[in-house]
């Protein structure tokens, strides 16, 4: 009987040793995965802010990347290569990981980039000088924020993904579980969300696509002005984008996220059928629409849109978390502008004027957006005056601000761009999650 007692106490504390190591690597699993998730979010935001770097009155360095394969890959590696800093855990298993890069060391590599592969002329070297004198900050600084979770966030820099590498214990067969803010709003909210953000992903694709330069003073989007069927043919192009992974929701925010993905060779071959057709002016040539294909070497043009659930499912959210989110969080944040030029009537005056609308319309939704008002008397401008470090990631929202529509008057364009207001809310709520996480 003895010796059958001693046994089953063995026995007990093989299996409780078992149960606390399999809880022990969970629980250090869990870590890993929250630290990969917080890395991947501090590399976009600094993509994000790199990105908002406004380069003189029409240019972003998000429009600039545009111009060259080339451009983008060395801009997306120097963000790689940035140190993060070391992580920080919560009790509630969530990581924060920070990373700062000095603007300095932005304007010359952007320089850098302008001497060896670009040949536009809307960026001269003369504008990165003048970005200090935009930017009052010496240094871009983010937080990346994660919670453990499998599946990275779309839109990361080139080679991140694969730098931060599979997720521990190895890739998940089946779909990555749903974070819990938004089982709160149901499933009817998430499938709208998706839908909304697939809808804005065809529209950031739409203007990835009408930024392909085709001569060195010509882009798709002049190239459209010429005829209404050129645009009309080449918008049908989109039909042909799918989507590429799983929509990815965020674990903090009732913000989905999609990425839509139409072949390089599919958008060239329309733009050359649709050269043959219609076009009568003579600033484009077919050979012009070869050089493409050399210029860009991706065999694909890929955005990633974005979008919330309605306002009804975000108040429910509100009352189950007992949470009070601005009413501008819960709906598109929009602004129009105007332009005009003195021969509006041809197609390159059309152009100009919407170029000084699309220009005067990001223009009033930064004054709209610095205006908002989080709480009491603070506003988002007060907001990122108290905490610096912001000011760079309030500027870089306007990286996903995106053209929603265009139309012409008999002597103006009227251009409307749009943000979600949740991008904003993000922003600003992370800095308030951070504030509260302080010992």
Same mark, same amino acid.
């Given at each position: ?8 106490? %063995?026995? %007990? ?179 709208? %969300? ?246």
């Amino acid at each position: 009987m003895r010796i059958r007692h001693v046994t089953g106490i %063995a026995i %007990a504390l093989v299996v409780t040793a078992a149960a606390a190591l399999g809880q022990d690597v969970a629980q250090a699993q869990k870590k890993l995965l929250s630290k990969r998730a917080a890395e991947a979010d501090a590399y976009r935001k600094l993509a994000e802010a790199v990105y908002g770097v406004q380069l003189n009155s029409r240019t972003y360095v998000k429009d600039y990347v545009t111009e060259s394969d080339d451009i983008r890959g060395s801009v997306d590696e120097f963000i790689k290569g940035i140190r993060l800093g070391d992580p920080v855990w919560y009790d509630d298993g969530s990581c924060e990981v920070t990373a700062e890069v000095t603007v300095a060391k932005v304007i010359e590599t952007l320089r850098s980039t302008h001497d060896r592969y670009y040949d536009g002329d809307s960026v001269k070297t003369s504008d990165f000088e003048s970005i200090t004198r935009r930017i009052e900050k010496k240094v871009i600084k983010v937080i990346g924020m994660g919670a453990p979770r499998e599946d990275l966030p779309p839109n990361l820099p080139e080679g991140v993904a694969e730098m931060l590498g599979p997720p521990p214990g190895g890739p998940s067969s089946g779909p990555p579980p749903i974070p819990d803010i938004w089982k709160t709003v149901g499933p009817q909210a998430r499938l709208m %969300a998706i839908g909304g953000a697939r809808k804005d992903a065809q529209r950031r694709l739409a203007e990835r696509i009408k930024g392909l330069r085709l001569t060195a003073r010509t882009q798709v989007r002049d190239f459209m002005t010429e005829s209404d069927q050129i645009t009309t043919e080449l918008c049908a192009t989109l039909v042909g984008a799918y989507e590429v992974g799983r929509p990815y929701l965020h674990h903090d925010e009732l913000i989905a996220e999609v990425t839509m993905c139409v072949p390089t060779e599919q958008v060239i071959t329309a733009i050359k059928t649709l050269h043959s057709r219609h076009y009568k002016g003579d600033d484009v040539k077919g050979h012009d629409i070869e050089k493409i294909v050399k210029r860009v070497i991706k065999k694909d043009f890929v955005a990633t849109g974005m979008s919330v659930p309605a306002p009804r499912f975000i108040h429910k959210y509100e009352q189950r978390a007992q949470v009070d989110l601005p009413d501008w969080s819960m709906g598109m944040i929009e602004a129009r502008g105007q332009g005009t030029d003195e021969d509006i009537a041809s197609a390159q005056g059309r152009l100009k004027a919407a170029r000084a609308a699309e220009l005067d319309a990001r223009r009033k939704l930064v004054e709209r957006i610095a205006g908002l008002s989080i709480k009491a008397e603070t506003t988002v401008r007060d907001f990122t005056t108290q905490y610096d470090h912001l000011s760079s990631l309030v500027d870089a929202i306007m990286v996903d601000a995106v053209v929603t529509e265009t139309r012409f008057t008999s002597d103006s364009a009227v251009v409307t761009v749009q943000v979600p207001g949740m991008r904003v809310w993000a922003v600003v709520n992370s800095e308030f999650v951070h504030q509260r996480r302080q010992p």
